[in-house]
């Protein structure tokens, strides 16, 4: 007699029972992300770096979409696998994500271009304020799961990040290297 609601598996992120848009992101699809091009263009255009499931809901003024992205471990050259990251076109409407597994960060960027970051981790909370841009980087050898949910009028501007982060994250000597992205 009761509706049975869409379900996260909170161990490995998967989503079940609900209607799911899903889309994944490949090497090919990330040019001009990476500070290596060359490095990126000698991986398998083909080779998944994330992969996204969104709940099929309403997009209307005040509805929420809940989604989850699951991020595998690798590196471009020497840094890790990141989502493109964007500002909301609606720049003022918040996120929130929830870590589910994995290890690494969320870079979050303001639009004067400062930035800070913030251990992703299973169980992990962080509220995205509007007006920050966002973007997730696996930095651990596992996958990277995270649960977001954000208003379905907030849309997605990557364009204006066409400059990029100010901060990249790299590893070496098998540790996390956080840099300025030089001027690109
Ligand atoms: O709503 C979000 O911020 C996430 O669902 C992202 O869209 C997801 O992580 C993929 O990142 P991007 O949209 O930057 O490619
Ligand atoms: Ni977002």
């Excluded at 994330?50 to 709940?55: K, P, Q, R, S, T």
């Excluded at 509805?63 to 989502?83: A, I, K, S």
């Excluded at 969320?106 to 992703?120: C, F, K, P, T």
Aim: with cysteine.
């Amino acid at each position: 007699p009761f509706i049975q609601p869409p379900q996260v598996e909170w161990a490995s992120g998967a989503l079940t029972k609900g209607p799911l848009l899903r889309k994944s992101t490949r090497i090919r699809d990330l040019i001009g992300i990476f500070a290596d091009d060359p490095a990126r263009q000698r991986l398998a255009g083909e080779h998944v770096v994330y992969d996204v499931e969104i709940l099929a809901t309403s997009p209307a003024e005040g509805e929420l979409y809940t989604g989850v992205t699951h991020l595998y471990p690798g590196r471009v050259g020497d840094e890790y696998f990141m989502t493109r990251g964007h500002f909301h076109a609606r720049r003022e409407q918040g996120e929130v994500y929830f870590g589910l597994r994995g290890n690494g960060l969320l870079l979050l960027q303001n639009e004067q271009g400062q930035a800070r970051l913030e251990s992703v981790c299973a169980g992990s909370i962080h509220i995205i304020p509007g007006f920050t841009a966002h973007r997730l980087i696996n930095t651990g050898s596992e996958v990277l799961s995270a649960l977001a949910v954000w208003p379905g009028v907030a849309g997605h501007d990557y364009a204006a990040l066409a400059k990029g982060f100010t901060l990249r994250v790299f590893e070496e000597n098998q540790q996390i290297q956080v840099r300025e992205a030089q001027n690109e």
